[in-house]
């Protein structure tokens, strides 16, 4: 079988007080995009899962305790499966970039082979809680997270452009949150409400990713790259995604965030790129 997990972009990113969970409180806009790794996942006959990746970024990944292997664990556990599986994941997603790439690959893996089963709810509520707090976000291609608990769909499906920009930076979103002095104060707007584009860019412009300065303190190079980013033609606004180290900038077309991507090719030689959408 073969499957597609796609990445997320941040788009906007809120963080409030800690919660007795250790977790911090966040509010964020999240949309899925187009890219995606590949996953090839069928039977095997031995007795223990063989779990490879190749790609770009495969060097990046934990190859021993990773989001897939503990996928298949925990189906195990519940008894959603009694096999093992030969998977083969083609990794087309940066690594510790804020993309989500770890976790998406989970999700999708057992999206897969769950499908109806019946303790299908038990086993989400596991994986969410093993897995990561932003497990439950690839649900929906589309959404606004008041907080970390309500996670609402987009009434309205929107259809944008991103240049996004990976500086082979790795950022432990640990190590970031762990920076953070202060908490901010939770927007009343309900996005996932918004039907109007124009009504959207102009509320996200005017919002913020709480963790980017922090991002930017610590590697300056991506202050640089955001904005060049938001001084291309056609570029709503520039931002990092999660907890970086990805820059990305909001387009008006495709074909504009094409010639974008040949500027910041030519004055960031070093850092890798891709046109994308949201799905």
Not at 6 to 35: C, D, E
Not at 73 to 95: A, C, E, G, S, T
Not at 152 to 164: D, G, H, M, R, V
Not at 245 to 274: D, Q
Request: proline fraction near 2%; aromatic fraction near 12%; charge should be positive.
């Amino acid at each position: 079988m073969k499957i597609k997990s796609y990445a997320k972009l941040n788009l906007s990113l809120r963080v409030g007080k800690k919660l007795n969970s250790g977790l911090h409180n966040i509010q964020t806009n999240t949309f899925l995009i187009n890219l995606h790794d590949k996953i090839l996942i069928k039977k095997n006959k031995k007795k223990k899962d063989r779990i490879t990746f190749n790609g770009p970024f495969s060097h990046l990944v934990e190859k021993k305790n990773n989001s897939i292997k503990k996928t298949l664990d925990i189906m195990r556990k519940f008894k959603i499966i009694d096999i093992f599986y030969d998977v083969q994941v083609k990794k087309n997603i940066p690594v510790f970039s804020g993309l989500g790439g770890g976790t998406s690959n989970a999700f999708f893996v057992a999206k897969y082979l769950l499908k109806k089963k019946s303790k299908s709810n038990l086993v989400w509520n596991s994986l969410e809680k093993k897995i990561g707090s932003d497990f439950k976000i690839f649900y929906r291609k589309q959404t606004y997270q008041k907080n970390l608990s309500t996670l609402l769909n987009y009434e309205k499906k929107f259809t944008l452009f991103f240049l996004i920009v990976y500086p082979h930076i790795k950022c432990s979103t640990q190590k970031i949150y762990s920076y953070v002095e202060k908490s901010s104060r939770f927007s009343n707007t309900d996005y996932y409400k918004i039907l109007s584009m124009q009504k959207l860019l102009k509320l996200l412009l005017n919002e913020k990713n709480d963790l980017q300065k922090i991002v930017e303190k610590y590697h300056p190079e991506i202050r640089n790259i955001l904005n060049d980013i938001k001084l291309q033609k056609g570029c709503y606004y520039s931002r990092i995604t999660g907890s970086g180290s990805v820059c990305y900038g909001v387009f008006k077309s495709k074909r504009l965030s094409i010639l974008a991507s040949k500027n910041i090719n030519k004055k960031f030689p070093n850092c890798w790129s891709e046109i994308t959408k949201t799905i």
